[in-house]
Nanobody, 121 residues
Framework: QVQLVESGGGLVQAGGSLRLSCAASGRTFSSYAMGWFRQAPGKEREFVAAISWSGGSTYYADSVKGRFTISRDNAKNTVYLQMNSLKPEDTAVYYC??????????????WGQGTQVTVSS
């Protein structure tokens, strides 16, 4: 079992930055790939970024490539999402998830409760 708790969301102006954190409980955190997904109002949940269990591989959605960076610290059981050059279209609830290294939400077994990110124009 892995329990995930996101933090770091908030309101920011376009062009600004936020850093999301996802703290995991359980001693098996380092054995899971981690992903970030987001869901905007009226839209389906979409993939944002993923990182392998070791941190050696990462993958990004085209919409965030070059602006967002995913990283993890297995000693702290935490995964991060550094978001720079934020745009109003990045506004969504952001979720972290633990599972297999994939872009599909079905590959992830554990989910956090989400944190709201709002980007004003």
């Amino acid at each position: 079992q892995v329990q995930l708790v996101e933090s770091g969301g908030g309101l920011v102006q376009a062009g600004g930055s936020l850093r999301l954190s996802c703290a995991a409980s359980g001693r098996t955190f380092s054995s899971y790939a981690m992903g970030w997904f987001r869901q905007a109002p009226g839209k389906e949940r979409e993939f944002v970024a993923a990182i392998s269990w070791s941190g050696g591989s990462t993958y990004y959605a085209d919409s965030v490539k070059g602006r967002f960076t995913i990283s993890r610290d297995n000693a702290k059981n935490t995964v991060y999402l550094q978001m720079n050059s934020l745009k109003p279209e990045d506004t969504a609830v952001y979720y972290c998830a633990a599972g297999f290294f994939d872009i599909y939400s079905d590959s992830y077994d554990y989910w956090g409760q989400g944190t709201q990110v709002t980007v004003s124009s």
